[in-house]
């Protein structure tokens, strides 16, 4: 039973009330359709379970859900916490729209606050040090530029830093750092939808079609850092249901994507922390697009695993655990976490209680 997860690779953590399904502190359900994701904690995605076990975890679910009293719901989505701290997302047979704006505003607007708390942190930080140093006498001017530059690093990410490590099909690993996103360019492929021109640590790699969408999806919760608000995950919504599906959306886009993500420069740059994050390769698109764009690879993929590609699911799965056990560690000082579970139980609240 795989327990990371297959977007950003962190543990997807564990519970202790579903005995046919142990993994995850977040578990999201539909009945009808048999679909069972367990909610990652770190980058807020739904991992879709490839599992056999789960038709037997869905019904303990539906059962627990059922059972509980502290519940928020609309007539087709709710959301209940058990006893020890597991929470269940019921999905009853809502519009697509209705699901996707549910379901991605939960993941996008929690994904903002996590990120706002983590650049606020940065600036605190940076603000101690002016403060102790005109405590101390010590003048700051001359370094205003530098101080300057560690404060837009603080917002918008260090360069630098690795945001992803992407297994090729000839099982080499390639490390994508921030910089690099800004040097990645989307385009129609040859025979696919999409293909990928991937910039990382060793040069350029070209992937097309399915290979080009599961690269895509790891890399776009990064240049989505600071998700969206209400409005533009409304317009991201409304552009999948204007191409009538992810799959004719990823068509257009690349279409459009080929000129506004193409680098400024085809030259391979040192990247520096004091570098600016230029608005070219991924980060040339629309916040909207960009949004669009993850929502439509999420969806592709799950629409793939259950028209019987379930294998390859599996090997998604595998691949996740095994790059897992190479991955540096990434996650969020302690007490950024603490601030974001009291967000996160703020909004819990009980607000309604239909059944």
């Known amino acids: 039973m795989y327990a990371t997860c297959l977007f950003c690779n962190r543990p997807l ?3 202790e009330s579903i005995e046919h399904f142990p993994v995850g502190r977040r578990l999201a359900f539909d009945s009808a359709k048999g679909r069972l994701w367990v909610v990652c904690p770190s980058c807020e995605r739904w991992n879709l379970t490839p599992l056999e076990e789960r038709w037997e975890a869905i019904e303990e679910a539906e059962r627990l859900y059922r059972g509980t009293r502290l519940r928020v719901a609309t007539d087709q989505i709710g959301l209940a916490r058990l006893r020890d701290g597991t929470e269940l997302v019921r999905i009853g047979e809502p519009l697509r729209p209705e699901f996707a704006a549910w379901r991605y505003g939960d993941q996008f607007g929690r994904r903002r606050r996590r990120q706002m708390l983590v650049a606020g942190a940065g600036l605190t930080a940076i ?3 002016v403060a102790g140093g005109v405590a101390a006498g010590v003048g700051v ?16 990410g260090n360069p630098r830093s690795v945001v992803a490590r992407i297994r090729t099909e000839d099982s080499q690993i390639l490390r994508v750092r921030l910089g690099h996103l800004s040097e990645t360019s989307l385009e129609p492929g040859a025979n696919a939808p999409i293909a990928l021109d991937l910039r990382h640590e060793t040069g350029r790699t070209r992937f097309e079609g399915q290979e080009a969408m599961r690269v895509a999806s790891t890399l776009m919760p990064k240049v989505n850092r600071y998700g969206g608000t209400k409005q533009t995950i409304a317009e991201a919504v409304n552009q999948l249901e204007i191409r009538q599906g992810s799959e004719r959306y990823l068509a257009s886009l690349s279409q459009t994507a080929r000129i506004s993500t193409q680098p400024s420069a085809k030259r391979v740059r040192r990247l520096s922390i004091m570098q600016d994050l230029p608005d070219h390769g991924l980060f040339g698109l629309s916040p909207v697009q960009r949004l669009a764009f993850e929502m439509a690879l999420h969806e592709e993929a799950e629409r793939r695993a259950m028209e019987g590609e379930l294998e ?3 090997r998604a799965w595998r691949e996740a655990e095994e790059i897992a056990a190479i991955s540096d560690d990434l996650l969020l000082p302690a007490s950024v976490q603490q601030k974001i579970d009291r967000f996160h139980d703020s909004s819990l609240e009980p607000r309604s209680s239909k059944g």
């Open 13 to 15: 953590g564990a519970n």
């Open 127 to 129: 603000g101690a040090v």
């Open 141 to 156: 001017g001359g370094l205003g530029w530098i101080l300057a530059r560690l404060a837009r690093t603080a917002v918008r």
């Open 312 to 314: 390859e699911l599996e």
